[in-house]
């Protein structure tokens, strides 16, 4: 209904156009052919102009869309996303910004499968950090980050594997529970170790983007790997240190 009123109206201010102008044409002596012309012509742009404006406020685009469309990028399903106003928001932002690192992308962004690993890293890429996912992902390839971090883990890595990892079942029975809390804190050090290693390799990581074109993100920052506690060890901890009542 809201559609057929823009329209009804739109087409009443482009008639009341085209006889106001056509009565300008007549009082100026211009003949009949010329006067249909011009006022033809210029009631069409009028129609479209005000077509324009009314699908603009009466049928905004929803916020909440998952479909973002900017002009020359193929339409785009998004895919990693909570908020989509914020995206939005931020497409908008970037297209004021920089237009045509924005558009570049948003294509690069659209040739990739929707729920694809690189679909939504280039998402993630793109909101936190203004960034090509391809351009990113060659930097890091060309540094060093990642030998750091197989270097650095590496010791970590060969301490858990030199841990007692034999089948439960050459222990006894009494014994069970214990090695599995003992097990449990052997893998709870590891994986903070291997957390600790990891925030050094995302810092690392992080600080190519500067190297990078990139849109302004000024809340931008690694991300950080929060220590880990696995469930065994937090209900012992909560049972005042007896893994009996845990495993």
Known sequence: ???????????????????????????????????FLTAAIASFFIFVVTMGVGVANFFPKNPNSD????????????????????????????????PQMTQEILKEISTYAED????????SNYIDYGVSNNKYMAAIENSDCRQQYKTQLAPYKAWRDAQDWRPFSEFPKEMRKQEMY?????????????AEVGNVLNQCVFALISSLPHLSRPDAKPIVLPPYE?????????????????Y
């Open 116 to 123: 694809s690993l690189d679909r939504g890293l280039a998402e």
């Open 67 to 98: 479909i973002v469309d900017v002009p020359k990028v193929p339409m785009i399903k998004w895919t990693e996303a909570k908020d989509m106003s914020l995206v939005h928001t931020l497409i908008a932002k970037d297209m004021k910004e920089n």
């Open 182 to 194: 003992r097990r449990d804190r052997v893998t709870n050090d590891y994986l903070n170790k291997a």
């Open 230 to 246: 696995s469930e065994g060890l937090k209900c012992v901890r909560n049972n005042g240190g007896n893994y009996n009542a845990c």
């Open 1 to 35: 209904m809201q559609g057929l009123v823009v329209i009804v109206i739109c087409i009443a201010i482009t008639i009341l156009s085209y006889k106001k102008i056509a009565n300008r044409c007549r009082d100026k002596g211009r003949g009949k052919f010329r006067t």
